[in-house]
């Protein structure tokens, strides 16, 4: 019985994102933009990283906003 309760709370709650902090938010942003930036102009060293860090500023956008006081 406790378990189908337990089921039924899952199903009825809603997920909540919160905002990450600022200078996650911050951090994530300028590595997402400068991951764009060098896919278009060559920048000796980064430019063979833009993937990673566009992915990179993603990920940190998406678990501030996952996770609480993060």
Do not use: C
């Not at 300028?30 to 990179?56: A, F, R, T």
């Amino acid at each position: 019985m406790e378990s189908q309760l337990n089921l039924i709370n899952m199903a009825t709650s809603s997920f909540s994102p919160s905002a990450p902090n600022r200078t996650l938010w911050i951090l994530g942003v300028i590595i997402g933009v400068v991951g764009i930036l060098v896919h278009y102009y060559h920048v000796d060293k980064l430019s063979d990283y833009n993937y990673e860090m566009l992915l990179i500023g993603f990920l940190l956008l998406v678990l501030g906003t996952s996770f609480r006081r993060m």
